[in-house]
């Protein structure tokens, strides 16, 4: 599968909405959304490119309805076809080939699918006879058809396939009668899938072409169970270690000039020319790049001509998964990276270590986590490092939960998270420097943190002087391992931004109150969080604040910090009255 697709299967709904998308103005693709004042997209009602347009514009973060499948791909709507036209293929032949011919024609996310085997043969239009004549070489024939849903109902726009091995596959779309039609067959087997938004995809293997005969095929696509959710939709923010597993190329460059290719509704395909000075992964010639991507009409592109830029970037693929011209941004948000001298150099080492590591045929695991923990121990990459550590903390934890829930009153078996714990170690222990498996990933890395990594990386979080939101993976990696030192640090944390209460109080109390793990201090923090308000005015960016005195604070905003104030401050007495025993 393409990165460009797994980026889509990679939004997630992480806030439900219950708004009724029934009651919301717009179009089937986009309505505004009175209670919350911001525009929902429908990705169902939406061509890939669309949705692509929108979530990059939005850097994957927006308000939308995604609907899956039961294999979990997205249901989005099919880009319009070039008409077919006729063209002649070199006689096929069925054979064992079908499978790899079906990879490479059938979408990956197409699953599941309804595969019927057995021929189909043409049925003559006429009872008239050849009189024994031979058909010419050159001679070629028809398939036609219809595809209806288990009711007999007709499908429109379907998408049909007609493939053989070693050609490229006729492509059409059934009519609003649900009829589709191939001409200019050569006479052969060939395998017919058909596919439509909302239905399985049907494979039919062995339909036989015959001379001059046109083909006859019916098709039934079964209907496929969907689930829609609507809410706030993100996608999860790529580490440096995934996207340097990723991208087929990353590079310092220069940004050139642009030019827009394409227009769709309020947004706008560029193409900006990137003049590469240092390719550090991926293999091309090209000292200049063309890079596609999408701004809004109402904003300006952030690429200005003469930028640097460390970028991570993929070859663009087709709708139908074909290679084209140019590359496109890996991840939604940090694939993209305007540094200065001294932030590039960081990376850039970084980014040479991981080559190095990633260059071996089995990847070291523990090089990999000491890579990591180094990230952490610079600013620069600390994000980068933490988070994905923090992920692995995450997995071992839900897989303890589900081995807990699945092994109910088997209290002899030990957890998930232990097993990969003592195999960690019996592995360092035994100093093997083989992986497992020839995919670093395939091992919990944090299962492999010595305990002197782990105090590296706790050192590095209590100095922090004044913990901001970019911290908060360092500080749900660490409550892994020392929540008693963390308890007491988040205290003082909290005690320092009481008299704001801002909206990275709430983390920090939900952890304190976890981490205590009291039903006083619980209550505590519950009565803190419950019915929490912040005005509009203090969202408000201020323009052009370098060299002016702060903006007074609104009367509200007043108001509403003073009532955040009191109530953190008597969470904190609770806690601390407890920390302090």
């Known amino acids: 599968m393409s990165a460009r697709k797994s980026k889509l299967d990679q939004l997630k709904v992480i806030t439900p909405c219950s708004a009724n998308w029934e009651q919301m103005n717009g179009s089937d693709q986009k309505r505004f959304c009175s209670e919350c004042s911001k525009h929902v997209f429908d990705f169902s009602q939406m061509t890939r490119q669309q949705i692509e347009a929108v979530t990059s514009i939005h850097q994957g973060n927006l308000c939308a309805r995604i609907t899956r499948r039961e294999d979990g791909s997205m249901v989005m709507l099919n880009a319009p076809l070039p008409i077919y036209s006729s063209r002649r293929s070199n006689s096929p032949m069925l054979s064992a080939a079908v499978a790899t ?10 699953q599941p699918i309804t595969i019927e085997q057995g021929r189909v043969v043409a049925q003559p239009q006429d009872k008239q006879k050849n009189n024994g004549e031979k058909p010419e070489a050159s001679a070629v024939s028809s398939v036609s058809g219809t595809v209806v849903d288990p009711a007999g109902a007709v499908i429109l726009n379907a998408v049909v396939k007609l493939i053989a091995p070693n050609s490229e596959p006729l492509i059409t779309r059934s009519s609003a009668e649900g009829a589709f039609h191939f001409t200019g067959v050569a006479p052969g087997a060939y395998t017919l899938t058909t596919e439509s938004p909302g239905f399985r995809l049907s494979i039919l293997s062995d339909v036989r072409v015959t001379t001059s005969i046109e083909t006859q095929v019916s098709v039934t696509l079964d209907v496929n ?8 939709v993100v996608s999860m923010p790529a580490t440096l270690l995934a996207l340097h597993r990723e991208s087929d190329l990353i590079a310092i460059v220069t940004v050139g000039k642009s030019k827009a290719i394409h227009t769709e509704e309020e947004s706008k395909q560029l193409q900006t020319a990137l003049h590469i000075s240092s390719v550090l992964k991926g293999d091309t010639n090209q000292r200049v790049v063309p890079f596609y991507h999408w701004v809004s009409e109402a904003n300006a592109d952030e690429l200005k001509v003469g930028d640097r830029l460390l970028v991570f970037l993929d ?45 071996a045929e089995q990847p070291n695991q523990h090089e990999l986590v000491e890579w990591l923990v180094r990230c952490i121990e610079e600013p620069v990459t600390r994000w980068d490092g933490a988070f994905e550590l923090e992920q692995q903390v995450n997995m071992l934890e839900s897989l303890n939960e589900e081995a807990e829930d699945n092994e109910k009153g088997t209290p002899s078996h030990q957890s998930v998270a232990a097993e990969i714990s003592q195999e960690a170690e019996a592995a360092k222990a035994k100093e093997n420097e083989d992986s497992r498996t020839e995919d670093p990933a ?11 990594q782990k105090a590296r990386v706790s050192n590095v979080l209590f100095g922090i002087e004044t913990l901001s939101g970019g911290d908060l993976q360092l500080v749900n990696l660490v409550k892994a391992w020392d929540g008693q030192r963390l308890a007491s640090y988040l205290a003082a944390q909290l005690q320092k931004i009481a008299s704001e209460a801002p909206p990275l109080a709430e983390e920090m109390a939900s952890i304190l109150a976890e981490l205590i793990d009291d039903a006083a201090v619980q209550e505590a923090a519950d009565a803190y969080l419950e019915g929490i308000e912040y005005d509009s005015s203090e969202y408000e960016p201020e323009e052009n604040t370098k060299n002016q005195t702060l903006k007074p604070k609104t009367v509200a905003a007043q108001i509403a910090i003073s009532k955040r104030s009191v109530k953190l401050t008597a969470f904190l007495a609770v806690a601390n009255q407890k920390l302090n025993r």
């Open 101 to 110: 011919m079906l990879s490479l024609s059938v979408p990956a996310t197409a």
């Open 225 to 232: 169970s969907t689930e829609t959710l609507s809410g706030v």
């Open 315 to 359: 070859g663009r693929r087709s709708e139908d998964d074909k290679p084209i011209e140019g590359f496109e941004a890996n991840d939604w948000s940090r694939s993209i990276r305007k540094l200065d001298d001294a932030e590039l150099g960081i990376y850039r080492q970084r980014i040479e270590e991981l080559n190095s590591i990633m260059a």
């Open 442 to 452: 395939s091992d919990n890395l944090y299962s492999l943190m010595t305990k002197e």
